[in-house]
């Protein structure tokens, strides 16, 4: 027999799209990794506070995918939307540096995450144009593992800052402008969108919730959508991952270590996990996942401090690896090609009405019940997941 012949490199636009992802990333974690402190001892925020800056502002840029997403369909182009999602977001963090309430931070958030909400769907509809179907499962991976890096070489970048500048916050927000600017130019120079393919003139724009359009998305496409609404339920914001170890004794310049840790283990496995997506069975990917969130959150849940903590963090992180890519792959399996920008907006609508209500609701049980009672709430979520994937799994085989 002869051996197998090699799979085709990935074009090298999801190279671009990943670096860009990561330059980002590196601008955006090295804020990020310290807001959350810098919200509660430097402007006296409350944990409710910061879950509902947090919540907002995630929850806005998955509801504006929505519209983005249908937007580029109707275009036939996504580069000019991300083009433009992107530079908002490196706009928005000069604010950040000069915020001198939470209501400036709010501010600052809402514009970063309006901009993450247009680039996103276009963003990840452009890799499933570009990637052959075979192999989008690694594409997803590799972007998701590119932003991963920059998820933890921000928060290294802004620990070593902090030491440097005395635990000057401000400091550090305004030097994160310099990598954002650079992911703009890396988008601008280094992705070309394929033509689109000819076919009969594009009518305007329709709102995603159109019935016809609507009646053209499968019954499977939409299961994905109530599974990822669920699972985000269950993951609340990770400003709450950072919150609890600081508040277990974690000084405030090594506070982004808990992204770093996290990131590291995201970024290791997210393009290992998405091949093996292309290879196994979905489900099982998913049910791997949830079992690890289950089991971050009652490390969490148990102590805020040593290795149950940093336990927890790791798990959380793998957790992120298996199920992130996956559930992208799985819209883009799912969806017809010509409304892939609206199956992803519609599918981050339902997660981001999700991440809205997981973020306040971490918030309220951490000030009213403590940071256990944050993380129990999360485990029993996530095991709920897991037993609507068991259950589409058994109906399927009937």
Not at 49 to 75: H, N, P, Q, T, Y
């Amino acid at each position: 027999m002869s051996p197998a012949s090699p799979a085709p490199p990935l074009p090298r636009a999801i190279w671009a799209l990943g670096f860009t992802s990561l330059l980002m990333d590196v601008s955006s974690e090295m804020i990020h990794a310290l807001l959350p402190v810098f919200l509660v001892t430097g402007l006296g925020a409350s944990a409710l506070v910061v879950g509902l800056i947090d919540g907002a502002a995630e929850a806005l840029a998955l509801v504006v995918k929505v519209f983005s997403g249908a937007l580029s369909d109707a275009m036939g182009r996504r580069k000019p939307l991300a083009v433009l999602g992107y530079g908002l977001g490196a706009l928005s963090k000069p604010l950040f540096a000069l915020a001198g309430a939470p209501g400036w931070v709010l501010g600052a958030r809402l514009m970063d995450r309006l901009g993450k909400g247009i680039r996103g769907a276009p963003r990840d509809a452009l890799v499933a144009d570009i990637t052959p179907p075979a192999q989008r499962g690694a594409a997803f991976g590799l972007r998701q593992s590119l932003d991963t890096v920059g998820a933890f070489l921000g928060p290294m970048l802004a620990i070593g800052l902090m030491l440097l500048w005395a635990n000057d916050f401000r400091a550090v927000f305004a030097v994160a402008v310099i990598p954002a600017l650079l992911s703009v130019a890396v988008l601008v120079l280094g992705v070309k969108e394929p033509e689109a393919p000819a076919g009969p003139t594009r009518t305007p724009p329709k709102p995603p919730w159109n019935r016809e359009r609507l009646a053209q998305l499968p019954a499977a496409y939409w299961w994905v959508v109530g599974l990822g609404a669920v699972f985000t339920l269950a993951r609340f914001s990770e400003a709450f991952l950072v919150l609890r170890l600081q508040q277990g004794g974690l000084g405030l310049a090594w506070t982004p270590m808990v992204l770093v840790a996290m990131n590291v283990v995201y970024a290791l496995g997210a393009y290992p996990l998405g091949w093996l997506a292309d290879k196994v069975s979905h489900a099982r990917l998913l049910l791997l996942g949830l079992v690890l969130l289950v089991a971050a959150d009652v490390a969490l849940a148990h102590s805020g401090s040593g290795p149950f903590a940093w336990a927890g963090i790791l798990l959380w992180g793998a957790h992120l690896a298996a199920t992130q890519g996956l559930l992208a792959a799985m819209v883009a399996d799912t969806a017809p090609p010509d409304l892939r920008g609206t199956a992803y907006g519609l599918f981050n609508l339902a997660s981001g009405l999700a991440m809205l209500v997981a973020s306040v609701l971490a918030g309220w049980l951490w000030d009213r019940h403590g940071a256990s009672a944050t993380f129990i709430a999360g485990a029993v979520l996530a095991s709920a997941a897991c037993l609507g994937v068991l259950w589409r799994q058994r109906a399927a085989a009937r």
